[in-house]
T-cell receptor
């Protein structure tokens, strides 16, 4: 029972590089979201999706792009990495009727030099 | 604007003691208040949740107390154990469309033997 799977677990980028963080869930959840976790700031919502083909911005969307072509997958793209994007990134999924019941992946630790 | 304020930032409790984490919110439209537990290197996991029409909810050694008039809620961990050492996040969400979950800044709990 995999739940929410994130890859990679660790990544180091140089400023200006682009990359995609992968996220997949096998619980048939309608909702998926991306959060970043920074010390003293809790978890902040980057982008979310309420279903295939539907995405919207969260609290801190700048510099990130998402798409959702299937129910299972919700990749997060960093367009041109900046040191301010050094963080731990979590993907989460939740059922539509209990959206506060988030199921998180194990996270991606990203460093931008 | 931080919609969910959490304190303390860190907490050290002796084994067998009571751990208390407090949160306050501003938006009266919030209608679910979950708590998440996060162990090092892992994603957060839902611990317990409460609705504002309930003043207290207990699950094992974990209790949420809710004060709607004061817009405050708290997590009590009774008989704290070293295995409870983790970071705890309070959160709030509101129904109506996508239930964005807004997190507090987290409390790092250490239970010492």
């Amino acid at each position: 029972n995999a739940g929410v799977t994130q890859t990679p677990k660790f990544q180091v980028l140089k400023t200006g590089q682009s990359m995609t963080l992968q996220c997949a869930q096998d619980m048939n959840h309608e909702y998926m979201s991306w959060y970043r976790q920074d010390p003293g700031m809790g978890l902040r919502l980057i982008h979310y999706s309420v279903g295939a083909g539907i995405t919207d911005q969260g609290e801190v969307p700048n510099g990130y792009n998402v798409s959702r072509s299937t129910t299972e997958d919700f990749p997060l793209r960093l367009l041109s990495a900046a040191p301010s994007q050094t963080s731990v990134y979590f993907c989460a999924s939740s059922p539509a009727w209990w959206a506060y019941k988030l199921f998180f992946g194990s996270g991606t630790q990203l460093s931008v030099l | 604007q931080q919609q969910v304020k959490q304190s303390p930032q860190s907490l050290i409790v002796q084994k067998g003691g009571i751990s208390i984490i407090n949160c306050a919110y501003e938006n009266t439209a919030f209608d679910y208040f979950p708590w998440y537990q996060q162990f090092p290197g892992k994603g957060p996991a839902l611990l317990i949740a409460i609705r504002p029409d309930v003043s207290e909810k207990k699950e094992g050694r974990f209790t949420i107390s809710f004060n709607k008039s004061a817009k405050q809620f708290s997590l009590h961990i009774m008989d704290s154990q070293p295995g409870d050492s983790a970071t705890y996040f309070c959160a709030a969400s509101k129904t109506g469309g996508y239930q964005k979950v807004t997190f507090g800044t987290g409390t790092k709990l250490q239970v010492i033997p």
